[in-house]
């Protein structure tokens, strides 16, 4: 199948229904009323990221999108049907831009994910819908919404983990088939590969997908060769492995108008980490290997990997840098996506709203957990001692003791009475009574009335 990643597409979402304009008319029912329906709602145009999709090959052939207008009302009140979305499946990474090619509206980056790009119209209200006191026959309904219409530039950039970059016959092609069970065109000729080929890498534990990408040649970025419209696919790699050609002459030269175009290119790419390999190793007589080694490290500023993709010399220890960048990617992703959220729930009803406008007052979380586990060790606890001072009251000694004791058995419904009671003879053993009247009881106080007369 041929792979296309950049393509325009017209859509239109659905207009809304008319309302309609009827009366009651039945058999012994006089004065019916108005009675027409709601238009219905016109469809959406939604895009979606689907699974089984590599290419947006289906919209070259279907350039046009239109989801369905809405019904219009009927007499009794009846709403018209509502139309049906138009969905617009497109791969997994498609970006969605603006007839301009640059603003972007949507990127649509895992499976399964949607994005509304038109909504449909609203139907209009039938005659029913504004009867009133003062207007019990209205004789006018409104019309439905008309829909919304945008063309759309759809571009997709492959979600590969790393991509495969060099110039033309650098051995690109020879590399993804040596690792992954892809089977890209392979010959001797320039600019074999049309277009992305990926494969899946599997290392010791790790996996990757592999993008190869058609050769970059100088002048790539004013559209020389095949241009560096396939540089896109590498803007999301974690890794880019840069390839050149062990057996030309100028490898540094080569490595650096690789690099202008690049940075050329830019949307981040020059500033990518990038592995570097000298390819073809076995071709290169062991006299100028380690010249040319050399004179790349030095161009590049880093180290240099030799490699063969044909006797697979060197090649494991490449894969295993590319993991470690990819495995430091996916880390950094997790962790974003673990602790991207606010680390603790938002306490107070203000800071709930902040998050969700409709947030409840008081959060299902904090009304359950938190008391069930305050109010369970004290009533254990508090159930033995409670007793305690109320089946021999006048022993205890110390005074902080006993108020220890009497103090979680308030929380006791039946305790509490007989708590209450005990705390008098307390205090009297402590002296401390003496400061604080002695509330008595009207009866006590009738019999020391006594008493003093
Ligand atoms: N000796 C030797 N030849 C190689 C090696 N890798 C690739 N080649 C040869 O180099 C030529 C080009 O290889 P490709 O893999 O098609 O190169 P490419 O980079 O994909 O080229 P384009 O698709 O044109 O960009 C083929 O004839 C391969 O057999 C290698 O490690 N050693
Ligand atoms: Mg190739």
Do not use: W
Request: with cysteine.
């Amino acid at each position: 199948m041929k792979f296309l990643d950049v393509a325009k597409v017209y859509a239109q979402s659905g207009a809304g229904g008319n309302g309609c304009i009827a009366f009651r008319r039945e058999k012994f029912i006089e004065y019916g009323g108005p009675y027409g329906g709601d238009g219905g709602r016109g469809g959406d145009v939604i895009a979606e990221a689907v699974e089984s999709l590599n290419t947006l090959i289906d919209y070259r052939f279907q350039q046009h999108v239109k989801a369905k207008s809405g019904e219009g009302g009927k007499g009794k009140v009846m709403t018209g049907a509502g139309g049906a979305d138009a969905i617009m499946k497109v791969p997994v990474g498609t970006q969605i831009y603006e007839e301009d090619g640059e603003t972007l509206i949507a990127d649509l980056s895992t499976v399964g994910m949607r994005v509304r790009l038109l909504k449909g119209g609203n139907g209009g209200f039938g005659n029913h819908h504004f009867k009133s006191a003062t207007n019990q026959a209205p004789e006018f309904a409104l019309p439905g919404q008309p829909a919304e219409e945008k063309t759309f530039i759809l571009k997709l950039k492959l979600i590969a983990d790393a991509g495969l970059i060099g110039m033309p016959n650098a051995g690109k092609s020879t590399f993804l088939s040596r690792v992954s069970a892809a089977r890209p065109k392979i010959a001797d000729y320039p600019f074999t590969t049309l277009e992305p080929q990926l494969g899946v890498v599997k290392i010791d534990e790790s996996d990757f997908v592999l993008a190869d990408l058609p050769g970059l040649i100088e002048g790539a970025h004013e559209g020389v060769g095949l241009g560096d419209r396939f540089l896109g696919h590498a803007e999301r790699c974690a890794s880019i492995l840069h390839l050149i050609d062990g057996t030309g002459e100028a490898v540094a030269k080569t490595y650096k108008t690789i690099r202008a175009e690049l940075i050329a290119y830019g949307h981040g790419l020059g500033e990518k980490t990038e592995i570097v390999a000298l390819n073809k190793v076995d071709a290169i007589p062991e006299k100028d290997l380690a010249k040319k080694r050399a004179a790349l490290e030095k161009a590049c500023g880093h180290k240099v990997h030799v490699i063969s993709g044909v006797t697979g010399e060197g090649i494991n220890t490449v894969l295993r840098a590319m993991v470690r960048e990819i495995n430091q990617r996916r880390l950094a992703r997790a962790e974003q996506a673990e602790f991207g959220r606010p680390a603790t729930l938002p306490r107070t009803r203000a800071e709930r709203q902040a998050v969700n406008f409709n947030a409840p007052v008081v959060p299902k979380a904090r009304m359950m957990a938190p008391q069930k586990v305050k109010s369970a060790k004290p009533v254990e606890a508090a159930t033995p001692k409670a007793k305690a001072p109320v089946k021999t009251p006048v022993k205890t000694p110390i005074k902080s003791e006993a108020k220890a004791k009497a103090k979680p058995a308030r929380k006791m419904g039946n305790a509490k009475v007989k708590t209450k009671a005990v705390k008098p003879k307390v205090k009297a053993q402590t002296g401390r009574a003496k400061a604080r009247p002695k509330s008595l009881s009207k009866t006590e106080q009738r019999a020391k009335k006594k008493q003093r007369r």
